[in-house]
């Protein structure tokens, strides 16, 4: 691995971020990048600069990738197994890990080990799996809690003398009728 570059280990925090932003917008020349580090007391090269942009490119095209490999993922996985939490989760897991697949391959550094390769492929089954599974539970628990509702309605009504039915009653008084039917009274 090479140096670190000059402007990692000159530049304040502050200086360093703000100088992150400012290219990150685009709307800077290197020259001007320069010049704006030089009104600061800094003196750094042109060509680190340069370099420093390059990175900043390069890492954009790696996010942009990521998003595009994530997403093909996603539609692969099916909308199901990326819905709710769990869904989002496996999603920005993936984002995470196919980002760090991206920078393990840059020029110069060794390759990936084909069992982490494998390893992340199983964990991203799993993950989807998961998604599926809670998904599966929640629409178990929707359909069940919707029966109940149901068959609550209908013993209330079933209850109730035919007098009663047209007579309207409280809030309270429904409430207490759910309990004393689901048994929590």
């Known amino acids: ?88 989760l496996l999603v920005e897991t993936t984002r995470d890990l196919v980002l760090r697949f991206l920078s393990q391959t840059d020029v110069g550094e060794a390759g990936l080990d084909p069992k982490e390769v494998m390893m992340l492929g199983k964990g991203l089954s799993e993950l989807a799996k998961a998604a599926r599974y809670d998904q599966d539970f929640e629409e178990k628990v929707e359909v069940r809690a919707r029966k109940l509702a149901a068959e609550t309605v209908d013993r209330l009504a079933q209850d109730r003398p035919a007098e009663d039915m047209d007579r309207t009653v409280t809030m309270r008084e429904a409430l207490d009728m759910v309990r004393q039917h689901l048994g929590v009274a």
């Open 1 to 88: 691995m090479g140096r670190k570059s000059s402007i990692d280990t000159q530049l304040s925090d502050e200086d360093r971020a703000e100088f992150r932003r400012l290219l990150g917008t685009g709307r800077w020349t290197i020259d001007e990048l320069t010049e704006w580090l030089d009104q600061r007391g800094y003196e750094i090269s042109r060509s680190a600069v340069g370099r420093a942009a390059q990175r900043q490119a390069a890492l954009a095209a790696r996010l942009r990738e990521t998003r595009a490999i994530t997403e093909g993922l996603a539609a692969d996985l099916g909308e199901a197994a990326t819905q709710g939490r769990q869904g989002r």
